[in-house]
């Protein structure tokens, strides 16, 4: 067993039977660990959102809209995926079921036509699920980031306000 004092944390490379969980409650000349029966663990992989953005960067950016289409209109790109992970503690690898969506919205004042334009509101999100063999154990979870774009030359006061009521 390793104790750290300084950090207050514990760490342990045997099993403690009745003793799932450490506290350290540290003093000046120690250490006094309370035991906690923990009920529940939760050992499935899982992915970091800022490491899925990250990692998609590039792919959101080369992922254009309709250049046909009319500004004034939000325009939706969705795609969906199955991906295989590496999971070390379940001794293989684990599936994931992805959706990405991409919005687009050009942003001016109410009832101006397309060269009035100030801006252009972006939203990504990357939805994922472990896939699990029996129905309803796998819980979504979805990473959303929103970026605003002032278009060249544009004055968008009402950027902020904008790009948080998206």
Avoid at 83 to 94: E, H, K, Q, T
Avoid at 155 to 165: G, I, T
Wanted: proline share 3%; hydrophobic share 45%.
């Amino acid at each position: 067993m390793c104790i750290r004092d300084s950090t207050k944390t514990v760490s342990t490379v045997m099993s403690l039977p009745g003793a799932a969980a450490f506290e350290a409650l540290g003093t000046a000349s120690g250490v006094v660990l309370a035991s906690t029966q923990v009920q529940q663990v939760d050992l499935s992989a899982t992915l970091s959102c800022d490491a899925m953005h990250h990692m998609l960067e590039t792919a959101f950016k080369a992922w254009v809209v309709d250049d046909q289409a009319s500004p004034l209109e939000e325009q939706i790109l969705s795609a969906e995926g199955t991906v295989f992970v590496p999971d070390n503690l379940a001794g293989g690898d684990s599936k994931w079921k992805l959706s990405f969506h991409k919005k687009v919205k050009h942003v001016g004042l109410a009832g101006l036509e397309e060269n009035d334009l100030n801006g252009v509101l972006n939203k990504l999100v990357v939805c994922f699920a472990a896939a699990k063999s029996e129905p309803g154990q796998g819980q979504e979870k979805c990473c959303v980031r929103k970026y605003a774009t002032p278009l060249k030359g544009k004055v968008w006061n009402s950027m902020v306000v904008d790009l948080k009521l998206w």
